[in-house]
């Protein structure tokens, strides 16, 4: 399945850094999302967008991750050339992300 | 225990008006924020008040306080804002003419300045964040240098009795925890409150991107009635507890996965969100769905402020040209290609001097590049050639544009849409200042 199928995403930016959250719409979720959406798939996933490190930080009270990705505002929002200066549009690259199926149980109602 | 209402009217300089409006008559608020400063607005600004003092403040200043100073006064609303940009003292002159204008004396209105500590970081031994360069090696390019003031200068306006404080570069989430600060009486020390203050001003500042804007997704995450989206509502409690909500009957939603997004939002650390104010941590943030559009949020605090205050930096960076033109129908992928080559190798001919160009395809690849942009592998039925480059001078910049235009008459068939631009770049860089050095000035004037 897509990462999409089970959770969403923002971007936000600050000079030259992009950050974008992934976070589980069932925090039940979360564990797999933690497991299989890590710093170096997002490097590797960005690596013509993104020139510096990928950091995640773990915010697992409300089942979401955070990647600070430096260099990745091609040089800076305020004087980058590309079409999209602030990098909006890499959340939903990101949710394009393969993650394997696992059956979970269905919750009751 | 004592509960005060805040609306978010503005996420953005442009944002819409009528939002605000709803929410100063039917939202039942005391305080009415509206945070419209973007990162270069206050450098562009700066050029403004150069060839005329009177102006520097937001363009829209006029038309948001004419929509909003009646209600807000008929209802005992207090404005905080930093619309005041590089010129607060004429943006409150302006806005008293307004409330003259519509016969509403007596109103106070204070002017939060002091921000501008250009000339500050020229003459003292300062050094530019990200590059490490000294600030003075810059100085025949600077334009502006404004630090993020915090919320003190603020709480001290409405503690005198201001109806509305208008500022100039403030720490966002500080123009919200102002009113916090001053109807609690908490201590500018309680790291904690402070900290749980700063995340409700955190969530609130872009005023849509809480209540579903920037949210849907047709199919995965549907929001209702987007057109007349809702602006926020925190109703907060003296010790610090929140429910973020908005008026009835408006558009969006408020739920916990729109909070969720919007907490994470422009955050890096999520344990060390710094601000002027306090170290905040919202790692430890939960959201619970109290009801329909209601979402109480918990869990924040905070940390010692640090002793610096950021400072952004704008100086002339180059200048940008840029030549878009289209293509459709069969074979528009490789007209546009055949273009791009041709651009390309104009611009090699004719001697453009660029430091850097892009040749992009915007419906094919232009966003996020070839590698993952080929997933459909579909040919699209239109594409748009963009070539863009940063030169020198603007009169370099303007040849990028006209090299695209000449596609017209000289290039692959059927191009059309030509449009050319060039401009020159105001960019941003930052600097740390010890805090002592920018002092907060405050000016009152009555309508």
Redesign the interface.
């Known amino acids: 399945m897509k990462l ?1 199928d089970i959770a ?3 971007t ?6 992009s ?1 974008i ?1 992934v ?1 589980a ?1 069932d925090e039940a979720d979360y564990p797999l999302i933690e497991a299989h959406v890590t710093a170096d798939r997002v490097k590797e ?5 993104v020139h510096g490190e990928v950091v995640r ?1 773990t ?1 697992p ?4 991750l ?1 990647f ?1 990705m430096r260099q990745a505002l091609g040089g ?4 980058s ?4 200066a602030h990098g909006k ?2 959340a939903s ?1 990101l949710l ?1 992300l393969e993650i394997p199926d696992i059956a979970r149980p269905i919750q009751a109602a | 225990m004592k509960t005060i209402r805040i609306g978010s009217g503005a996420g953005y300089s442009g944002d819409r008006i009528e939002p605000a409006v709803e929410l100063a008559e039917k939202g039942h608020i005391q305080y009415l924020v509206f945070e419209c400063l973007a990162e270069r607005t206050i450098a562009i600004a700066q050029g403004a008040k150069l060839k005329d003092p009177t102006q520097g403040y937001d363009p829209l200043l006029a038309e948001r306080m004419l929509a909003v100073l009646r209600p807000c006064h008929e209802k005992g609303i207090r404005i905080v804002t930093n619309m005041g940009a590089a010129n607060p003292v004429a943006a409150a002159a302006k806005t008293r003419d307004i409330a003259r204008s519509l016969g509403l004396g007596g109103l106070k209105i204070a002017a939060v300045s002091g921000d501008d500590v250009l000339e500050t970081l020229k003459s003292g031994d300062h050094r530019i964040e990200e590059t490490g360069a000294p600030v003075s090696s810059m100085a025949g390019s600077l334009v502006s240098a404004n630090a993020y003031l915090g919320a003190a200068p603020i709480v001290a306006a409405l503690k005198a009795g201001a109806d509305i404080v208008i500022t100039g570069r403030v720490a966002d989430p500080a123009l919200f925890l102002a009113p916090q600060i001053f109807e609690f009486g908490w201590s500018m020390e309680d790291w904690d409150r402070l900290g749980k203050g700063t995340v409700v001003g955190h969530l609130l500042e872009c005023a849509g991107q809480i209540t579903g804007g920037y949210f849907a997704d047709p199919g995965v995450k549907d929001v209702a009635a987007l057109a007349r989206l809702g602006f926020p509502i925190a109703e907060v409690a003296e010790d610090g507890s929140a429910v973020i909500t908005k008026v009835a009957g408006s558009g969006g939603a408020v739920t916990t996965a729109t909070c969720k997004e919007q907490l994470l939002y422009e955050i890096h650390d999520p344990a060390a969100y710094y601000t002027p104010d306090v170290v905040a941590d919202f790692s430890q943030v939960r959201f619970t769905q109290e009801g329909p559009d209601r979402v109480r949020v918990a869990g924040a605090s905070g940390r010692p402020r640090p002793a610096t205050l950021k400072v952004s930096v704008g100086y002339l960076d180059s200048f940008i040209g840029e030549g878009q033109m289209s293509y459709a129908g069969p074979g528009a992928l490789a007209r546009g290609r055949l273009a791009l080559e041709i651009v390309r190798e104009r611009l090699a001919l004719t001697g453009v001097e660029a430091t850097e160009l892009r040749f992009d395809l915007i419906g094919v690849d232009s966003i996020h590049g070839s590698a993952l942009s080929t997933a459909g592998g579909q040919e699209p039925y239109e594409v748009r050639v963009r070539v863009v480059g940063r030169t020198g001078s603007l009169k370099e910049a303007q040849r990028i544009g006209n090299e695209v235009e000449t596609l017209y008459t000289n290039g692959p068939a059927s191009g059309g849409g030509a449009t050319k631009s060039a401009k020159d770049v105001v960019a941003m860089l930052s600097a740390l200042l010890p805090r002592e050095l920018a002092k907060p000035v405050i000016e009152f004037m009555e309508a």
């Not at chain 1, 936000?12 to 850094?17: T, V």
């Not at chain 1, 009270?61 to 979401?64: L, Q």
């Open positions: 999409r969403h995403s923002r936000g930016d600050k000079g030259d850094i950050n959250s976070i719409f996933l960005f690596h013509e967008v930080y915010i009270s409300v089942g979401a955070n600070v800076g929002v305020t004087r050339l590309a079409l999209d549009c890499l690259a394009d």
